[in-house]
């Protein structure tokens, strides 16, 4: 188990990442469900930046693990996360602009 630590504005984030035993070594697709309701009750302004944050974690975790299709699973993973973080910041801004 990987905790990822997130620093946005001073507060720390924290998300637990599993390194599948079967050898994916990736975010699994519970945990990116996981992720995405935990990351929707943070404050707006920490979402907003979190897209740098998970990519900043995909290169260093790429540069710990060489197997590309490891990196290449990470990144479809944090890829999906991201859609799921869009979608609910779009949400909101349309909530909020009513």
């Known amino acids: 188990m990987l905790t990822l630590t997130l620093e946005v504005f001073g507060q720390k984030h924290y998300l637990n990442i599993s390194d599948d035993p079967k050898g994916i070594g990736a975010l699994s697709c519970q945990f990116v469900e996981d992720a995405a309701k935990e990351i929707t ?21 790429q540069s710990l693990n060489a197997s590309e299709d490891r990196a290449r699973q990470l990144d479809l993973h944090i890829t999906k ?17 009513q």
């Open 41 to 61: 009750q943070w404050p707006q302004r920490d979402r907003m930046y979190i897209h740098l944050a998970l990519h900043a974690a995909m290169q260093f975790y």
């Open 81 to 97: 996360l991201c859609g799921m973080i869009d979608q609910n910041l779009e949400y909101s801004r349309t909530v909020l602009d």
